[in-house]
Structures are given as C-alpha cells and as structure tokens.
Nanobody, 130 residues
Framework: QVQLVESGGGLVQAGGSLRLSCVASGRDFNSYTMGWFRQAPGKEREFVATVSRSGGSTSYADSVKGRFTISRDNAKNTVYLQMNSLKPEDTAVYYC???????????????????????WGQGTQVTVSS
C-alpha cells in the first residue's frame, strides 16, 4: 500500500505562483511513475503533468505547458508541481498519483491516463483569484 500526501495548495492572485508537494510512503518510490491531476467543480478530473521514475521524461497538458513544471526527488520520496503565471481557470483540487511501473517499462516511461494510476492522494485545493 502506498500513501500519498499532498501539500502546498492555497489562495493566490492571478499571475502568482504556488509549489505543490506530494510525499509518498514506501521504499520503492523510484519505481513509481508519478502524476498530477486536477478536478474543478462540476468538471471531470483531468491530467496536468507526469514524470517518469528517473525524472528524465515529463509530459504536460496543453493548458499548463510553459507555466507548470513537474519534478521529483527520489531521495525524499517527493514529487513537486511548480505552478507559475496562475490563472483563475487553474482553480481546482489537485491530486497526486502513483503508477507502480514494472521495471521492464524502462526509466523514461510515463502515462497521462488516470486509469493507469494505482494510488491517489487526498487532494489539495488551489484557488486563483482574478
């Protein structure tokens, strides 16, 4: 069982920045593909960003590309989401997720599909005011 705990959400004005963190339990963090998703009120959960277990490969939703950066520190069992130039439409609950990836997938594998992720955090609220 993997537990994921997000932090760093809050209220920020448009144009501001926030950094989300997600700490994972367990000894095999460097075998997890990690992702961030978000869900706004009345909308379905959507993909935001993902990072391979090595940290060498990343992918972003078009809506956040160039503004958000995903990274990970395997020594700290932590994945981050740096969010810059925030917009009111970024307001949502942000979720961290872990995909327990077989070794033979390689170190640069990632996935944007929520269906592939095995574990989810409880979410952290991000509110961007205009």
């Amino acid at each position: 069982q993997v537990q994921l705990v997000e932090s760093g959400g809050g209220l920020v004005q448009a144009g501001g920045s926030l950094r989300l963190s997600c700490v994972a339990s367990g000894r095999d963090f460097n075998s997890y593909t990690m992702g961030w998703f978000r869900q706004a009120p009345g909308k379905e959960r959507e993909f935001v960003a993902t990072v391979s277990r090595s940290g060498g490969s990343t992918s972003y939703a078009d809506s956040v590309k160039g503004r958000f950066t995903i990274s990970r520190d395997n020594a700290k069992n932590t994945v981050y989401l740096q969010m810059n130039s925030l917009k009111p439409e970024d307001t949502a609950v942000y979720y961290c997720a872990a995909d327990i990836t077989p070794r033979y997938y390689g170190d640069n594998y990632y996935t944007t599909s929520s269906l592939k992720y095995d574990y989810w955090g409880q979410g952290t609220q991000v509110t961007v005011s205009s």
